[in-house]
């Protein structure tokens, strides 16, 4: 399949950087949002960033105004044009949300028209029971989307090798790199980036040591590029609380426990950087 036009349903982190570097490759991205203050945040947030490649020299002006006149606003999916070749679902992680989502659009768009999922962790083959389960795929785009290089294709049980192939070959023309995964809880990415971050958190409560000296111990000790606390914050503890929730009740493993603190601040609503603190502020 020739894929040209792209509905990309949500326009938040995950949402905008999607549509952002589909828009920066000549795809015809139909950016669909609930309401013109939602599309038109999604949209400065887009324009943001492009600016931000401008100054580095990554691009030059002409190809961001080029991306930007590629971005076309739906208000309501309900809206989306019916001979779109792909779509690209992008909202929070609510299974029943979703589902809602593809149940709508199975009679809407033309029959060849492809369905994914950006989930990072609901179960593909479940999301996929109520519309088209054999062009269905999980499109796991890592944060922030247009730096990481990395996509998670994930596989459903019904999933065909054509539908698999063409979001491959689409993913290399994005200039990302597809990593095939099998529908299991978590994918690879969470299953094994949560339950350090999970584990991190319960290190705090118990007291190990402060969040700082934990972050530095993996920073310094692990290289990795942040610590698991910052990147709780940078993710939003409220993601991570129900990539957890999914994990413990997709294994039925208590390793996958979520932390009784992690729980304890989602409900306050000190989830990180989007409500301005977390475990640091901000």
Do not use: W
């Amino acid at each position: 399949m020739d894929i040209k036009k792209v509905a990309v349903i949500g326009g938040g982190t995950m949402g905008n950087g999607i549509a952002h570097v589909f828009a920066m490759k000549g795809f015809d991205v139909f950016l669909t949002e609930m309401n013109e203050e939602l599309f038109s945040k999604a949209l400065k947030t887009i324009s943001y960033n492009l600016d931000r490649q401008v100054k580095k020299e990554l691009i030059s002006d002409d190809e961001k105004t080029q991306a930007l006149g590629k971005i076309h606003k739906v208000i309501g999916y309900e809206n989306i044009p019916i001979n779109v070749n792909l779509v690209i679902e992008a909202i929070f992680e609510n299974k029943e949300a979703k589902l809602n989502i593809f149940k709508y659009l199975e009679n809407q768009l033309n029959p060849e028209c492809i369905f994914a999922s950006n989930t990072s962790s609901i179960s593909i083959t479940e999301l996929s029971a109520v519309s088209r389960a054999d062009k269905f795929i999980g499109m796991h785009f890592m944060n922030p989307v247009p730096v990481m290089k990395l996509v998670e294709i994930i596989r459903g049980y019904l999933t065909t090798d054509e539908t698999y192939n063409a979001i491959k070959d689409l993913t290399l023309r994005l200039d990302k790199e597809p990593v095939e995964v099998f529908d299991f809880p978590g994918f690879i990415s969470n299953r094994i980036l949560m339950p350090m971050i999970n584990e991190a958190i319960f290190a705090f409560m118990e007291g190990v040591a402060s969040k700082e000296a934990i972050d530095s111990v993996m920073k310094l000790g692990m290289a990795h590029p942040m610590g698991p606390l910052t990147l709780a914050d940078f993710i939003g503890l409220d993601v991570c609380l129900a990539i957890m929730n999914v994990l413990y009740e997709g294994f039925n493993d208590p390793k996958y426990r979520p932390c009784p603190l992690l729980k304890k601040m989602v409900a306050a609503n000190r989830l990180g950087r989007k409500s301005g603190e977390g475990f640091y502020k901000y």
